[in-house]
């Protein structure tokens, strides 16, 4: 039986070092001290004038294709999941493409905000395994949210950092990709994001796009609605949450984790966290939390980890993946 298995993975941290020290001779004394006591982010890391999310991109996936020992050339699809694209249009992934040299790909960008590289790479998995002339498939999520930040707000400006994380995904006879669950609540869709630039509100003029939470979400929305996505994927697997080796989410809040650990009665040693040493790099910091975790030993053959994200739309999406 055909699956879709990652071979390889890789991840870029853009390189301007932004501590919580820094944020406070911005915005006045206690952020540190609140960033690190609500959202366990103590640094964050912005892109270098001239970088765009592309260079984050192609960098994430070079690591990646050369830890798979997959040529740039023999891949088959490049998919970045990006809400910081390099431009409206043509897509990023087709600059990646170049950049990476994978001359015989298609590409396309996911757009499902931080859920993103979930979403994208559940798109992956499917299609390897509908469509046999496919053998690798190089999916990034990557994140260059330091371009849209509104410096006057202090609620967006402390949480945001650039970065980009890949696997790639090869066609393989043994399990991989186990399956995954996509959901959004499109009510929701004017509560967080950047608006300006596309059709509603062209840019133009002394019009910037910025990112704005514009609504607050119930503080309680990602821990009610995890556990279930978690559920439903350990439903639509066969494999029960005790099995799960690591759980691996959306990294913008250390204290959710705890709460959403506690709430599928499963110990934080059971799960990896970046943001304290990246800050929140949006659809890039899953795939960053996965390299790291395998840079650090957290993981062997066979290991079993769950992956969950959630974003603006509100989007959500997880998955199980045997490593």
């Known amino acids: 039986m055909r699956h879709a298995r990652i071979t390889g993975t890789g991840r870029s941290v853009a390189p301007v070092l932004l501590t919580n020290a820094d944020m406070e001779v911005r915005f006045g004394a206690g952020v540190a001290d609140w960033l690190k006591k609500n959202t366990g982010i103590e640094q964050r890391f912005h892109m270098a004038p001239g970088q765009v999310t592309s ?42 493409q170049f ?35 496919i053998s690798h498939v190089l999916v990034i999520g990557a994140y260059g949210m330091s371009r849209y930040i509104d410096w006057a707000d202090k609620s967006t400006a402390t949480l945001f950092a650039d970065g980009a994380g890949a696997v790639v995904l090869s066609a393989s006879n043994k399990r991989g990709y186990l399956g995954g669950t996509l959901w959004a609540d499109g009510s929701k869709w004017a509560s967080l994001g950047i608006y300006q630039g596309g059709t509603a509100q062209p840019a133009g003029g002394d019009v910037r796009p910025t990112v704005k939470f514009v609504a607050k979400f119930p503080k309680t929305y990602n821990t009610e609605h995890w556990p279930r996505m978690l559920r439903e994927t350990s439903k639509k697997t066969g494999v029960p949450m005790e099995d799960v080796k690591l759980f691996v989410f959306t990294q913008l809040n250390l204290r959710t984790i705890e709460d959403v650990m506690q709430t599928i009665g499963q110990p934080m040693t059971k799960t990896h966290w970046v943001m304290n040493k990246w800050g929140y790099t949006g659809s890039g910091c899953i795939p960053m939390t996965l390299d790291d975790a395998i840079e650090q030993e957290r993981l062997a053959p066979g290991d079993i980890v769950a992956f969950c994200a959630s974003g603006g739309g509100v989007s959500m999406a997880s998955a199980f993946v045997e490593i």
Do not use: H, W, Y
């Open 55 to 96: 260079d984050l991109a192609a960098e994430a996936g070079t690591q990646a294709l050369a830890r798979a020992r997959v040529r740039a050339e023999d891949v088959d699809l490049v998919i970045v999941a990006t809400d910081t694209p390099d431009q409206l249009s043509p897509a990023t992934a087709a600059v990646v």
């Open 99 to 133: 950049k990476l040299g994978a001359t015989k790909s298609g590409v396309l960008d996911v757009n499902s905000a931080c859920s993103g590289f979930v979403t994208a790479m559940d798109l992956a998995a499917k299609a390897l395994v509908a469509d046999e002339t």
